[in-house]
């Protein structure tokens, strides 16, 4: 499959796959953080993905929100927000590296209430697509609290608890819908 990449320094491929980043600006306006998400044979992963990650990257710079990372722990039981000092990153940062991709296939993309997933420990976000779509249409605000709640999983946030919905709820309480 032939996928035109508008910013090259996106570019991945991933081995026996017809995928390719791409950022979702033209190359004029792709600077040092432009957002990118995979496009597949399904076309663009998600539409609103680049606005509704720069309402999450500018909630992610108030420290209210930010504060956030100290209200969970990694498995070891050490505070995600020393997760962030000891890499020498701020939250926006840290959110910035994030790399999303189309959840199609990914098993928690097949329940109609998950629009968003990764594992603990992962830069990699897969977005389920009609979820995420109908949640950014619906509520941008709240779309940017889940990939913010997916953030914590990078750092380090286990699944297992709090449940998904009490980490969203935190997030939007902390961050603002």
Do not use: W
């Amino acid at each position: 499959m032939r996928v035109s990449c508008l910013c090259p320094r996106f570019l991945l491929a991933l081995p026996g796959s017809a995928l390719c980043l791409v950022a979702l600006a033209p190359p004029a306006q792709c600077g040092e953080n432009a957002q990118a998400v995979f496009a597949s044979g399904r076309g663009a992963v998600a539409f609103g993905l680049a606005a509704v990650a720069e309402i999450a990257g500018k909630k992610l710079e108030r420290f209210e929100c930010a504060m956030v990372f100290s209200d969970y722990r990694d498995a070891s039981g050490r505070l995600l927000s020393d997760r962030l000092i000891d890499q020498r990153l701020t939250a926006r940062d840290y959110f910035d590296a994030l790399s999303f991709y189309d959840g199609f296939g990914v098993r928690l993309c097949g329940d109609r209430h998950v629009a968003a997933a990764t594992v603990p420990g992962s830069n990699l976000v897969a977005i389920c697509t009609e979820t995420f779509n109908s949640l950014t249409l619906k509520s941008p605000g709240l779309a940017a609290d889940v990939l913010i709640h997916e953030m914590l999983h990078g750092l380090g946030l286990r699944e297992d608890r709090p449940t998904s919905e009490a980490v969203t709820a935190q997030v939007a309480r902390r961050c603002g819908r």
